[in-house]
């Protein structure tokens, strides 16, 4: 890469050809506000908060997409930029809603951050604000329109990122809204509820739809018996929601928040992320033996099913029948574990701490109740959980540590990997292979499935099989893999799948910013949190070797297969209708 | 609301645009033109006809439909009559005249008659404020209209 000598408010700086002047500034350690740029999206340009002087042009120019050139003079802190850019600000302000108390995104907002940066006390114009309606029709996704600043990033993420392409902007001026095509209310629309969209929007337009309130309810009522699980990535980000530095392993903090909110039993998703490896480790197993249909994909990601569902519903019989381990573990709550704790399950809540909205579709899908109830009744973003800590004043940080409950709390360090792209594929391969060929896996970490390459490759020597995997992260990584595998390429066995980049440590429930830098910081504190646990082996986590003695009897058992399989629902491509067959 | 199917005649003729025109979504905006001339309008079907035949997004049609204003999603009378509102025409009369062409329609500003006769639009300054106030039906531009004269005019357009 060749580089380029330009100097920003007289300093000199040494930039790469083909950058931005806002990267070479952010480079050169000089600040420049923003609002519209994401580190994760292509530049839009469409805010104008970045706004800078450049000798020789006309008017000002947005730094974000401005790309440098040899000799360039640039001016940051001129008059004329402190002042046009106080006006873009009070613009965006001035028919935004003024209720930032009352706000989800109060203390994280953007442009409430970039006011009192800018020192804004005073808008000179007023202009009402758009008067929408806010649109909860979703599970998952709650659209205020009228705190919308027009960045466009939720439609880039959408398109870009996701490559479901359901957001778009509609009408010009004043009048512009985001929003689905055509009006649909988010609930109708296409939306695969993976609130990607959330984690980018700058303001508090996109938001979860939140359980708190019905949380707080059930947590306060002495006849409901209240029962918590908590995903793999939510204990590696936590802690940001709360003050700490990203990639801070917290789990036994969470642990011990979680009871001082009151919760009856504090168990752990992971237990059933290892319950998932053996039920879709012998699934596979059955598929390839069997000559079923392959690839199998992975299931644990709702966003990425819904996403299969609406868009290539005819590679349904590809993805494995396995619920996901949110599910797995709402079902036996409500059987086994009511069953063994004497607990009437028709009293029984069952809460679910986890990194995503997608949940709170999945949970809702009418096919999730086996256990005869409703088998997870609310699920909590870790934003979510972070607000209620916070709301009853526990101090997180000083917080002692705290174990998991039994019998649903015991796990593997292959449970944990399943909040990282590629995890679920390292967990199946560590017990897949002990289970085929009887022989201990010497090296248990697979690098090859780690990290943030969008599409990931593997071939594994299982016994006399040639196993070929493959991961993909975000969705638009995972069109590009299964159109290879629609035109029947690859010549895969298996494949997992994960709605949002990074995996669920990077899920749209997860503490707000999002970057590469924070995702690989959360992405080592799980490989971390794998390595510092003394079993990291599903089957042989000694809960699961019990749970399949008295209860289940062994994977893919009738009782296994009335609660922990399910079935899909092939959808259309246009909104959120399930497919007629014609 | 939207997805509905197309009866197969409006699809031939799409069909027939896009085939013209070559399936490229930077042609979007003149396979949208050319459809909104056969058809009259875009409406969401046909929006998410033209979006699965390119290969793209039906937000991302919609996007540029309801961004320029020549487009229109509803239905247009066969005339379309625009009354200027610029300064020396609204000055001389021209909000009394779109009074008059309103009551004669029976139809508001951005509205279609019911007999699908005429819609009726504003403008604000066709370069004739000389010869003001001014009205335009189709190509044909009239001045110096006083209000008593718009039926007589209208009579004209079946």
Redesign the interface.
Known sequence: MSQVNITINGQTVAAEAGMTVLQAAQAAGIRIPTLCYHPDLPAQGACRVCLVEIEGERVLQPSCTFKVREGMCVHTRSPRVRKARRTVVELLLSDHPSDCTACARNGTCELQSLAEELGIREVRVKAEPPGHEVDDSSFSVIRDPDKCVLCRRCIETCTVIQSVSGLRIKGRGYDSVVGAAFDLPLGSALCVNCGQCINRCPTGALTEKSHIGAVWAALEDPDTFTVVQTAPAVRVALGEALGMDPGKIVTGKMVAALRALGFDRVFDTDFTADLTIMEEGYELIHRVTTGGVLPQLTSCSPGWIKFIEHFYPDLLPNVSSCKSPQQMFGALAKTYFAQEAGVDPAKMRVVSIMPCTAKKFEAARPEMNDSGYQDVDYVLTTRELAQMIREIGIDFETLEESGFDDPLGQSTGAAVIFGATGGVMEAALRTAYEVITNEKLEDIDIHAVRGMQGVKEATVQVGNLELKAAVAHGLANARQLLDRVARGEGGYHFIEIMACPGGCLGGGGQPIPTSMEIRKSRAAAIYQADRDLPIRRSHENPSIQAIYEKFLGKPLSEKSHHLLHTKYTPRTRRANQVATRE | ???QTLCCETSNQIDAIIERRGADPDSLIEILHAVQEEIGYLP?EV??YVADRLG?????V??VV??YSFFTTVPRGRHTVKVCQGTACYVRGGKRLLEAVSKHCGCGVGETSADMRFSLDVVRCVGACGLSPVMTVGDDVYERVKPTRVAEILAKYE
């Not at chain 2, 793209?56 to 991302?60: D, E, K, R, S, V």
Request: glycine letters at 14%.
């Open positions: 609301m939207a997805v969401c929006q998410e793209i997004a039906p937000g991302a919609e996007g309801s961004f």
